[in-house]
Every structure is written in C-alpha cells, then in structure tokens.
C-alpha cells in the first residue's frame, strides 16, 4: 500500500490553501425589533453611518421603518456600533432572509 501524502499540508506550505477552502459569505446587518425607529422615535443614525448606503428607510404607518439591502449591505458592522438602541446585530445572509 502506498503512503498518500498530506495534500491540504502541502497545499498550505505552497501558499495555495486558499484555493482548497470555501470563501466564507460576509455576515449582513439585521435590524430587531427594539430599534428606535419600530417604536415610532425618528432615529436614523443607522442610515447616517452606513458607507454603502445599505440603511434604508421606507415609509410606513407610523413612520419610517428601515430596511437593510442585503446586496449592498458589507457587514462592517458600523451601523451597529453606532445605533444607540442597541437594535441591530451581523448574522450570516441566510439568518438575514
């Protein structure tokens, strides 16, 4: 019986591990429900920050309601850090949908 090299070993030593591996889908931003804008208070800090421009608001009843494009949303996580309800969180695109 012959001996089968490590190939994922070698792979890496040759700098090519990044072929072998799945590239890993960016996390999206989710909005919850506690965010100030659900509530009926006109906060738009979220929409402010965003560098893409993901940060949506539409209107609605009550107010406007924002909305997060998923194609143009990075996961940079600016809009969280900066939403002073504490209201949005990264998760990966399928728990986003």
Known sequence: MTDVPDLQRRHFLLGR?????????????????SCFAHRGV??????DVCPTGAVRFAL???????????????GCGVCAQACPAEAIRLAPLEAAS
Do not use: H
């Not at 591990?17 to 429900?33: G, L, M, N, W, Y």
């Not at 006109?42 to 929409?47: E, I, L, T, V």
């Not at 009550?62 to 990075?74: L, M, S």
């Open 17 to 33: 591990f990044a072929e072998t591996s799945q590239p890993a889908e960016p996390p999206v931003a989710v909005i919850t429900q």
């Open 42 to 47: 006109a906060c738009m800090s979220c929409r």
């Open 60 to 74: 609605a009843l009550g107010g406007a309601r924002p909305r997060i494009n998923t194609d143009r949303c990075t």
